[in-house]
């Protein structure tokens, strides 16, 4: 799959398709869509924090609380936030749960800082109040 066609995936499975309405996040995505990311991540992680939605395109449930996450998110220059669709890039989220000792789970926020997890949390516990007192 080509650069192009990841990022219209990313947006298509994020936003909905183009029949639907579209809206702009105000949290300023990443896709995260490979491994090599996960090291770009940790290096990124020693200048800002690095926060990790992890993502299942197919559940209600994960999509409520992104849409929820959106709509509360606050902290555009505190963090630098990536997404990942568990789905199609289930070898990159396996990686994250192994690579930053944190148990699998949909949807989940995964917050990086100086190249270790210090702060996880999934479903309705995901909340940015919590999330920014690790910023």
């Given amino acids: 799959m080509s650069q192009k066609q990841t990022i219209m995936s ?21 896709p995260l869509t490979d491994l090599g990311q996960l090291n770009e991540i940790i290096d990124l992680s020693t200048e800002k924090p690095v926060l990790i939605f992890k993502h299942s395109t197919r ?29 199609e890039f289930r070898n990159v989220s396996n990686e994250i749960a192994s690579r930053f000792g944190v148990t699998h789970q949909s949807p989940q926020i995964i917050l990086v800082k100086d190249g270790k997890a210090v702060y996880n949390a999934s479903h309705e516990s995901i909340e940015i109040s919590k999330i920014a007192q690790f910023v």
């Fill in 10 to 30: 990313f947006l298509k499975n994020m936003f909905g398709s183009n029949e639907e309405k579209q809206s702009v996040s105000k949290v300023g995505w990443r």
């Fill in 59 to 87: 559940c209600s449930i994960s999509r409520m609380v992104m849409k929820q996450f959106e709509n509360e998110f606050d902290l555009q220059d505190k963090v630098i936030p990536y997404y990942i669709d568990l789905l």
